[in-house]
């Protein structure tokens, strides 16, 4: 019988997956679920793109302009399923520059108008971020243990915020802005992330530690996400020196988020692949025994051919759901 991945690190933090609704329509989908996870990740239904309701929001401009309309019917089959099955969610995303519509952006909605100013902006972002986490505290309370408030603020090789719509409608507090919504408007029990990719990098992390100082010196941050879309290429020292550094310099909790570890150039990649999980996974677990505060695991999907990245085998399972080298790899970690 296959290892659970969830019971095997029960005390050490959630271990979770990303999924797609699709995939609740397929048995083995569902049984690795259940038997793998306690903590699930919509793969792309609580996006900005998906929550955002453009007929009702267009269908009345001057009602709705400080205040976008949204609608979960994309994300409900996936929350109840999580519901029914003791599964904990963690919520993403709320502030984005990707998978976010134009459209918001501007003073009627409307692409080919101007860009809204700042205190409009402003105003749209804590309605929005206000309704998402109403909904979702008044139809499944106690359900999300994290949300990742701003998703990829990094510009790529760091040293400077991306360029995007938030940034230039609102300006560079934008993220600052962000948090003191959340924060204001919070469920009970749920904690406020930043998430973002390579966020390991030298140049990216301390960016990132920059511009979040002033989040976390006002009380409004408690973790740091970091996806992990990665190869063996990915040093697992300065992958965990990252780690250490976001907890000490922002006194933040540290989540893994979307992990999947491509696979290398070698005839025996299943092989390098497995050893760099034991090797990722045993970091983690040594960090988390010194002290940093690792509370969950997440691998970015369930099986190689429903990837996001499927051309790179990047996860645990193959295209038939058997388990890799690398699932191996992180169970041995313990
Ligand atoms: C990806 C999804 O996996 C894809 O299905 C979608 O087409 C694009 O987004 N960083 C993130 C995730 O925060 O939301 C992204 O997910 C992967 C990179």
Redesign the pocket.
């Known amino acids: 019988e296959l290892p659970s991945l969830k019971e095997i690190y029960a005390e050490v933090f959630y271990v979770g997956t990303?999924v797609?609704p699709y995939q609740l329509a397929e048995p083995d989908c569902i049984s690795l679920i259940k038997e793998q996870f306690n903590s699930m990740t919509c793969?792309?239904e609580m996006?900005p793109d998906s929550l955002l309701d453009k007929q009702t929001t267009l269908s009345d401009i001057e009602k709705y302009r400080e205040c976008p309309a949204v609608h979960f019917d994309k994300c409900k089959d996936q929350l109840e399923f999580a519901k029914e099955n003791g599964i904990k969610m963690r919520g993403?995303?709320l502030v984005?520059y990707?998978?976010t519509p134009e459209w918001l952006f501007y003073k009627d909605y409307d692409t080919s108008g101007e860009l809204a100013d700042r205190e409009l902006m402003l105003k749209r972002m804590e309605n929005y971020i206000k309704s998402v986490f109403e909904w979702a505290d008044s139809e499944y309370p106690g359900l999300f243990y994290a949300w990742?408030v701003v998703?990829?603020a990094a510009a790529d090789q760091g040293k400077a915020m991306r360029d995007c719509l938030w940034l230039q409608t609102i300006g560079d507090d934008y993220i600052e802005k962000a948090f003191e919504y959340a924060r204001k408007y919070q469920p009970a029990g749920v904690k406020l992330y930043y998430?973002d990719?390579n966020a390991f990098q030298i140049n990216k992390q301390l960016e990132i530690i920059d511009f979040l100082r002033p989040v976390a010196e006002a009380g409004n941050i408690d973790g740091v996400g970091m996806?992990s879309?990665i190869g063996t290429w990915c040093n697992t020292e300065s992958y965990g020196e990252a780690l250490r550094r976001y907890n000490t310099e922002l006194g933040v909790e540290i989540s893994i988020?979307?992990l999947d570890i491509s696979k290398d150039n070698s005839e025996d990649w299943q092989k390098t692949q497995g050893d760099y999980a034991q090797k990722f996974m045993e970091k983690i677990l040594q960090l988390k025994s010194e002290g940093v505060p690792i509370t969950s695991f997440t691998v970015?999907?369930l099986k190689d051919t429903m990837?996001?990245k499927s051309n790179e085998s990047p996860l645990f399972f193959d295209g038939k759901m058997n388990a890799k080298p690398s699932f191996y790899g992180l169970v041995a970690a313990k």
Request: proline share 0%; glycine share 4%.
């Open positions: 990303a797609s793969e792309n996006k993403h995303t984005w990707s998978q990742d998703n990829e998430n990719y996806q879309h988020t979307e970015w999907g990837s996001w």
